[in-house]
């Protein structure tokens, strides 16, 4: 192949076909197995979309959280996906991460890799409107599957539910409105013995 370009965008292409096979703590729904990384950005992504109507249209480009949801995850391809309530895993997390986006990304035209690495710093760092709506939708997609799935991997980590709180903060701040919802799920969970208190 003699475009050089299109042969860097092709390879890149070909080696996040990997993140299919990058499996999370989440079960899907329907219990029958494990979620991947690609089907949670996948589902983060279209979340974000329907869930818009939520948040400030005049602070939140949704176009680019919907970018922020498909990069968010591509370093664990490398990475490993770390569960979110793992204290020991998370210690060495950002430089493992890190590590795998300067891989992941140089392997890109150097203008593609510079604004997909921005992205992801971007929704890492949650600073901006973006990067905060990200990061609260990124944090209700696997929180309702845990609670619609009994608390599954709530269980195997031994979360309590101030972990969970703590967690979930993000959605509090971005979407308030969803908020009350989540909050009503989390007490139901505890109640329904799914989350210890």
């Given at each position: 192949m003699d475009n050089t370009r299109l042969e860097q965008q092709l390879r890149f292409l070909i080696e996040v076909d990997k993140m299919k096979s990058v499996y999370r703590r989440t079960i899907l729904i329907d219990k029958t197995r494990r979620e991947s990384d690609a089907e949670h950005s996948w589902h983060f992504a279209l979340m974000a979309m329907l869930l818009a109507e939520y948040t400030d249209p005049e602070k939140v480009n949704c176009e680019r959280v919907i970018r922020m949801a498909l990069v968010?995850?591509?370093?664990?391809?490398?990475?490993?996906?770390?569960?979110?309530?793992?204290?020991?895993?998370?210690?060495?997390?950002?430089?493992?991460?890190?590590?795998?986006?300067?891989?992941?990304?140089?392997?890109?035209?150097?203008?593609?890799?510079?604004?997909?690495?921005?992205?992801?710093?971007?929704?890492?760092?949650?600073?901006?409107?973006?990067?905060?709506?990200?990061?609260?939708?990124?944090?209700?997609?696997?929180?309702?599957n845990n609670y619609l799935t009994q608390g599954h991997t709530w269980g195997l980590g031994g979360v309590k539910s101030a972990q969970v709180y703590e967690r979930m903060a993000p959605i509090r701040v971005a979407l308030p409105e969803v908020w009350t919802v989540v909050d009503k799920m989390v007490q139901e969970s505890i109640e329904k013995g799914y989350l210890e208190e």
């Amino acid at each position: 192949m003699d475009n050089t370009r299109l042969e860097q965008q092709l390879r890149f292409l070909i080696e996040v076909d990997k993140m299919k096979s990058v499996y999370r703590r989440t079960i899907l729904i329907d219990k029958t197995r494990r979620e991947s990384d690609a089907e949670h950005s996948w589902h983060f992504a279209l979340m974000a979309m329907l869930l818009a109507e939520y948040t400030d249209p005049e602070k939140v480009n949704c176009e680019r959280v919907i970018r922020m949801a498909l990069v968010h995850d591509l370093i664990e391809i490398y990475a490993g996906d770390t569960f979110a309530y793992d204290i020991q895993g998370n210690q060495d997390k950002q430089q493992r991460e890190a590590e795998a986006a300067d891989r992941l990304f140089a392997m890109l035209p150097e203008d593609q890799g510079t604004e997909l690495r921005a992205l992801w710093e971007e929704f890492d760092a949650m600073e901006t409107a973006d990067a905060q709506y990200a990061a609260a939708i990124d944090r209700l997609q696997p929180f309702l599957n845990n609670y619609l799935t009994q608390g599954h991997t709530w269980g195997l980590g031994g979360v309590k539910s101030a972990q969970v709180y703590e967690r979930m903060a993000p959605i509090r701040v971005a979407l308030p409105e969803v908020w009350t919802v989540v909050d009503k799920m989390v007490q139901e969970s505890i109640e329904k013995g799914y989350l210890e208190e």
